[in-house]
């Protein structure tokens, strides 16, 4: 079983520059998670998806965050424009739904962003 | 909102001592994750814990879950260079699977 893809792997940029992460989950994994994870800390939950809707995007930084799921399969998360603050490494994961007993996440290698 | 509380932050040890990291939450909780995380790798599952007063085993690795569901604690028997990484608590939170995770504990183990 292929796991969770994450692209790119590092991405370097300038502050007040926009930037892109894209993830493909574990093939008929309904649930889609993006983290954040600063330095030294655990992962914080930006957004999740269930199939193609929000279901929760309470710590989303949405003056400048943004994510989508269209076909309620890949999704993208965007930074525009980053901040010094916004480097961190950003995890997407996924789970399958509904499965007695077993909500485990399943976590792609992550983007390392680096805002100079 | 739901916070759990992971202690120590940091632990040395020597290759063969034993290693407890404990997660504490002020609420209930309904279960509990925990997850390893590698240097420089990505958060891997380890086991979920459920009812009250669970214990469950993974060769050397014995997680317990407390008989009021606010605390859990991971013990190692005999760390081995292996068991090097941060390991994180991961309390779930609301109907969605929504996981809210501790700050970790990294270990070192010292050959």
């Known amino acids: 079983e292929a796991g969770v893809a994450q692209s790119p792997r590092y991405k370097i940029i300038e502050k007040r520059q926009s930037v892109a992460f894209w993830c493909n989950p574990i093939?008929?994994?309904?649930?889609l998670y993006w983290y954040q994870q600063i330095l030294g800390q655990g992962p914080k939950l930006l957004i999740q998806?269930?199939?193609?809707?929000?279901?929760?995007d309470s710590q989303l930084p949405k003056d400048r965050f943004s994510a989508e799921r269209l076909k309620g399969v890949d999704s993208t998360l965007k930074i525009q424009p980053a901040k010094l603050e916004d480097s961190a490494v950003y995890l997407c994961?996924?789970?399958?739904?509904?499965?007695?007993?077993?909500?485990?996440?399943?976590f792609g290698p992550g983007t390392r962003l680096t805002v100079t | 909102g739901q916070q759990v509380m992971q202690i120590p932050q940091y632990q040395h040890v020597q290759e063969g001592e034993d290693f407890t990291t404990y997660c504490n939450s002020s609420?209930?909780?309904?279960?509990i994750q925990w997850y390893k995380q590698r240097p420089g790798g990505h958060p891997v599952f380890l086991i979920q814990?459920?009812?009250?007063?669970e214990v469950k085993k993974q060769k050397r690795l014995t997680f317990q879950f407390g008989e009021a569901k606010k605390n859990s604690s991971l013990h190692i028997t005999a760390t081995q260079t292996t068991d090097v990484g941060t390991y994180f608590c991961?309390?779930?939170?609301?109907?969605?699977?929504?996981?809210?995770f501790g700050a970790g504990t990294r270990l070192a183990v010292h050959p």
């Open positions: 994961a996924s789970s399958p739904i509904n499965r007695q007993g077993a909500y485990e996440q399943y």
């Open positions: 093939s008929g994994h309904a649930t």
């Open positions: 998806f269930q199939n193609n809707g929000v279901v929760d």
């Open positions: 609420t209930t909780l309904s279960n």
């Open positions: 814990l459920v009812k009250s007063g």
């Open positions: 991961a309390a779930i939170s609301g109907g969605y699977n929504k996981l809210i």
